[in-house]
């Protein structure tokens, strides 16, 4: 069949990259997943350009960074001038598709009661569920899951763990937003004509918190609690950081009581990574499924099938849960896998620096699809379809945070992060006197974890000087490539 190649996007919520088992994690059940990375290519360097939900979403679709695009921050309208990728796709004959969350326009149903504000964005097929909640609760009239959920006569209920009041036990796994959000996306794949090129978003909400998988997900880690490892944080080192750190140790999002870390056992700990995990292995499942479902159409070879997320979760990392001002690994470092049949080397791992933001020039390549000028990600297809070609793409990393999630701060949260795999270097940008750190520095190899902040220190005054230059660099180059220039004077 000569024509353009199928897309499936699949973006998870929330998933940090050590969340697999094919990226080194031993106790999750993933093999679907692993099974996939042996016939894709896995990016084992790849990062987001924000460490929240809505300016990331905005950065892949757009191929723009956040203070281009317009979205740097949740609660934030996209602009309508901003031209997305499924709309450029549609522009050359696909059909495109979505199931769950969008999230490139404030999304609460105190300003947008029907579902999030649309631009003109694409999608002519649009099942949208920011998240899962009750019918009538302050939830969306215009959510797909909920309205489906009504439909077949269940009501959506989750109920607290005995056990663990940070856990909560989710809807069976039949009824779960992500199992609908999968049979949504097989629902619009078996509508297309065999010669009708098609690209389908799939983003579920999970493993975003609250952590409440179905039961029978989170049962296989019971007898083995155990043996799951407690976060990485050493006391005391939140001291020389900066203060939103600090806020966040005491309540995620700056709310007291909100999973305080010096207030939940060692239990507690080990409950959330095993809800988190099981979140994840559900997610397998459903990945398992529709892959089987493209290879029974005959579809799965000629369709370019992308596996990611937005960004990560700190989930207990360094004092801390959820997500927020800091750009630690946990929150920045996502799983990528790709494949598109033949078209693409299998089983390889790639160590080459990429950016979700690359997604869109990348996937635009793949499809013969010209890239629009506003583009400012840059393609690696070469390094999927190129077995010999050089392990690299990206000198360095980048990431923006500006006043990004919730408003519980004072003062506001400013920062960026460069990262050249060796050291990263956070520059916060407030000039609030005693809020006012500077920064944060890491030596990668030599402090994989990210506990020993180096910023400042005499002995790293030259690195320092060198990744803020970098930092500079990288910070110009985020410049609106629009308008173009009409004259030369």
């Known amino acids: ?60 679709l757009s191929g723009r960074y956040p203070r281009t695009c317009g979205v740097r921050q949740n609660g934030q309208d996209i602009p309508e001038t901003e031209y997305l990728l499924p709309r450029l796709l549609a522009d050359n004959g696909y059909v495109c598709g979505l199931s769950g969350k969008l999230h490139i326009s404030a999304c609460h149903p105190s ?29 969306w009239s215009g959510n797909a899951y909920t309205n489906w959920l009504t439909s077949i006569g269940v009501e959506y209920r989750t109920r607290p763990l005995a056990e663990c009041r940070f856990v909560d036990e989710g809807m069976p796994a039949e009824y779960s937003q992500t199992t609908w959000c999968f049979n949504e996306a097989m629902r619009f794949i078996d509508a297309q004509a065999p010669d009708q090129p098609w690209m389908f978003s799939i983003n579920c909400y999970d493993p975003h918190h609250p952590f409440d998988p179905p039961r029978q997900y989170l049962e296989r880690y019971l007898p083995i609690l155990d043996e799951i490892p407690l976060p990485s944080y050493q006391p005391g080192e939140l001291d020389n950081k900066p203060i939103f750190q600090r806020y966040d140790h005491e309540g995620a999002y700056r709310i007291k009581g909100h999973y305080p870390y010096d207030e939940m056992t060692d239990k507690d700990h080990r409950y959330i990574r095993a809800a ?61 896998i790709i494949r598109y049949g033949e078209h693409t080397i299998s089983g390889v791992r790639r160590n080459a620096m990429v950016e979700l933001i690359d997604l869109a020039p990348t996937l635009c390549e793949l499809a013969g699809v010209e890239p629009p000028h506003s583009f400012q990600g840059r393609s690696f297809a070469s390094l999927l379809t190129d077995e010999a070609k050089e392990d690299r793409h990206r000198e360095s990393v980048y990431a923006e945070f500006y006043n990004a999630n919730l408003n519980h701060r004072n003062p506001k949260a400013y920062l960026t992060m460069v990262s050249d795999q060796r050291f990263k270097l956070v520059k916060v940008h407030n000039s609030e006197g005693e809020y006012d750190c500077g920064g944060e520095l890491y030596d990668l190899v030599g402090d994989p974890g990210e506990h020993n902040n180096l910023y400042g220190k005499q002995e790293y005054l030259e690195v320092q000087a060198r990744m803020l230059a970098l930092l500079s660099d990288r910070m110009a180059q985020t410049i609106d490539p629009l308008p173009e220039r009409k004259s030369f004077w």
């Open 111 to 139: 300003v947008a009661p029907d579902m999030e504000r649309r631009i003109d964005d694409g999608y002519s097929f649009f099942s949208w569920s920011h998240h899962p909640a009750p019918a009538g609760k302050g939830n």
């Open 276 to 336: 988190y995990w099981a979140m994840i292995d559900q997610i397998d499942e459903q990945v398992g499924r529709i892959l089987y479902h493209l290879k029974e159409i005959g579809q799965y070879d000629n369709t370019v099938i992308v596996f990611t997320s937005d960004h990560g979760e700190s989930l207990g990392d360094h004092g801390i849960y959820l997500k927020g001002p800091y750009c630690y690994e946990c929150g920045v470092h996502v799983p990528l």
């Open 1 to 60: 069949m000569n024509r353009k190649p199928n897309i499936l996007w699949i973006c998870t919520d929330q998933q940090r990259y050590d969340t697999l088992g094919v990226t080194g994690n031993p106790f999750v059940n993933t093999p679907n997943l692993d099974a996939f990375a042996l016939e894709s290519v896995t990016f084992d360097s790849a990062y987001t350009v924000s460490p929240v939900c809505a300016p990331s979403r905005a950065c892949f």
